[in-house]
T-cell receptor
Framework: DADVTQTPRNRITKTGKRIMLECSQT?????MYWYRQDPGLGLQLIYY???????NKGEISDGYSVSRQAQAKFSLSLESAIPNQTALYFC?????????????FGPGTRLLVL | DAKTTQPPSMDCAEGRAANLPCNHS???????VYWYRQIHSQGPQYIIH???NNETNEMASLIITEDRKSSTLILPHATLRDTAVYYC????????????FGTGTSLTVIP
């Protein structure tokens, strides 16, 4: 979905390096999410933010941090990358009306930690 | 949020209807059923959602049993481009919780 962009799309880094993955959206949604996906598995939630001042840990937040710089921007950082953080990372936004919430995903960032 | 159970994989002949089941026996009264799909490492894509009634849109139909403990996503005329992993999710808005994607059903459409 072109309304949710992620940079970089691919990244190779070394163990111990700090790396930031960025997500931008033009959909005007308040809610944003970061997921990781390991090969053959479903998505696991890392962090989510319901607005600029609200950030929450997901099920696998250890080793990650986030920053919600603006409504449209939500960044994920690996302070000291390790090989088992090699994965596909997705950013998502969502909107909700009448009790229904629909998520919109970015194209993903493929990260390899050597 | 209620968890779901889906078969890990299914095949469907091209042009035929693909019927993907999902069990959500612990669903609560205010939880919606959502379906998403993920085509080969792309970001998941929303397909359809429902609460009690059957739903249809341009992509698919969703059949929810009367007791709401299971549902079926129907792709009426599957094409090769429908080959993907399909996720069934149940969730209620404003729970402060996440969508639980699970491992989904890998659908292969066979020529």
């Amino acid at each position: 979905d072109a309304d949710v962009t992620q940079t970089p799309r691919n990244r190779i880094t070394k163990t111990g390096k700090r790396i930031m993955l960025e997500c931008s959206q033009t959909k005007g949604h308040d809610r944003m999410y970061w997921y990781r996906q390991d090969p053959g598995l479903g998505l696991q939630l890392i962090y989510y933010s319901f607005d600029v001042k609200d950030i929450n840990k997901g099920e696998i937040s250890d080793g990650y941090s986030v920053s919600r710089q603006a409504q449209a921007k939500f960044s994920l950082s690996l302070e000291s990358a390790i090989p088992n953080q090699t994965a596909l990372y997705f950013c998502a936004t969502s909107e909700g009306t009448g009790g229904v919430e629909t998520q919109y995903f970015g194209p993903g960032t493929r990260l390899l930690v050597l | 949020d209620a968890k779901t159970t889906q078969p890990p994989s299914m095949d469907c002949a091209e042009g035929r209807a693909a019927n993907l089941p999902c069990n959500h026996s612990t669903i609560s009264g205010n939880e919606y059923v959502y379906w998403y799909r993920q085509i080969h490492s792309q970001g998941p894509q929303y397909i359809i959602h429902g609460l009690k009634n059957n739903e249809t849109n341009e992509m698919a139909s969703l059949i929810i049993t009367e007791d709401r403990k299971s549902s079926t996503l129907i792709l009426p005329h599957a094409t090769l481009r429908d080959t993907a992993v399909y996720y069934c999710i149940v969730r209620v808005f404003f729970t402060g919780n996440q969508f639980y994607f699970g491992t989904g059903t890998s659908l292969t459409v066979i020529p």
